[in-house]
């Protein structure tokens, strides 16, 4: 008896250690900051030829705002012209995973969580990124998890299991993608990058699975973004680029404040990047969003002056919040006010003037 309780006590004593490491209170300060270029970027009604999507996965208004403060009070993200904010739930569940988070944007349909590019009772549907690939934009991915992970999984597959990567990486091969960049080595065949290559893509797999932490990657998103938009931007019916800040929702499942600002730090940078290449491309659309916000972060203190943020985490999972949802380009005056996280999809064929419905079947 007396043992039974010992274990009892010990397990309780396990439960309140782990509650209070996810509640504790963290400090960063002193970390490397950017420049960000002044003014808002412009918004036009005009048809947008190129579309670029950047989701921060796991990304809520916590930790922009976090990045914020420890950028000593810039960032790109300021810029846009156009803010709203995406409801995140799943065909399944209040709080919804990368799967279905990602298909919601992609395919404009709730899906359960686990599954990517298909309706519920298991009908596959058609991506943004095909719809607009059959228009005859060029399409690439940049991200910095494995390109088989959930997100851009969400814009190429089509299965019940985000996890069968062999799957997924047969779906990968069938992508029509030109730029595909990321981790994820060890998750395609060396047949397959092969494969994609002679089809005439051009494939950087940097890691075996997911790319080393902001904190040890270097300018990585940046360039490859850089590169992206280069080989992308040189086709006549312009085109469709996915860019993910895959690493934010990773730190934020650790609770590690500190590489939580620096992977959202980083993909502001890279942010930076796209507004810039926009100035010489007006007749492009940028929308920035989340699928979900990870680690239920909350701000506690800190200052912009000195570029430190005070905050701690409430699980090690994702939160049911409401992500935001920033626009800038052209049609991006549609993206703004609340909207369910299935609707970024037909605003984006719209400000396109590409015809797509959310239930078309996809043909495998
Ligand atoms: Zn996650």
Redesign the pocket.
């Known amino acids: 008896m007396v043992r039974v309780y010992g274990l009892i006590l010990s397990v309780w004593g396990l439960l309140l250690t782990a509650a209070a490491a996810a509640c504790a209170e963290q400090t960063v300060s002193g970390l490397h900051t950017h420049r960000v270029e002044p003014g808002m970027m412009p918004t036009s009604s005009s048809r947008a030829r190129n579309v670029i999507l950047m989701i921060g996965?796991?990304m809520g208004a916590e930790h922009v705002w976090a990045a914020w403060l420890c950028n000593h009070g810039k960032l790109n993200i300021e810029r846009f012209p156009v803010t709203g904010f995406s409801r995140t739930s799943s065909a399944s569940h209040t709080i919804t995973d990368?799967a279905a988070g990602g298909t919601a944007i992609a395919c404009g349909r709730k899906a359960h969580n686990g599954h990517l590019g298909q309706t519920p009772d298991g009908r596959p549907v058609i991506s943004l990124m095909q719809l607009l690939a059959a228009g005859g934009r060029r399409t690439g991915m940049v991200v910095t998890k494995a390109i088989t992970d959930a997100t851009p999984a969400a814009f190429y597959a089509h299965v019940n299991d985000r996890h069968d990567t062999e799957a997924v990486a047969a779906a990968l091969v069938n992508s029509g993608c030109r730029v595909i960049t990321g981790g994820g080595a060890d998750c395609v065949t060396p047949a397959q990058v092969a494969e994609l290559r002679a089809r005439g893509a051009v494939v950087r797999l940097a890691a075996p699975r997911d790319c080393l932490p902001a904190s040890q990657r270097g300018d990585f998103l940046e360039k490859a973004v850089e590169e992206a938009l280069g080989i992308l931007g040189q086709g006549e019916n312009g085109f469709f680029l996915l860019v993910e800040g895959s690493c934010i929702?990773l730190a934020a499942?650790e609770n590690n404040l500190r590489e939580t600002v620096l992977e959202t730090l980083d993909f502001d940078r890279a942010i930076g990047c796209v507004l810039r290449w926009m100035q010489q491309h007006p007749d492009t659309l940028l929308v920035v969003t989340a699928d979900h916000q990870?680690g239920g972060l909350s701000i506690l203190g800190g200052s912009a002056a000195r570029g430190e943020v005070r905050g701690a985490f409430a699980t090690r999972n994702?939160s049911g919040v409401a992500v935001p949802v920033y626009a800038a380009g052209a049609g991006a005056a549609r993206f703004g006010g609340i909207q369910e996280n299935t609707e970024i999809f037909n605003k984006i064929l719209d400000a396109a003037d590409v015809s797509g419905s959310s239930s078309a079947p996809f043909r495998k």
Request: glycine share 14%.
């Open positions: 996965d796991g990368s929702d499942h990870t994702h």
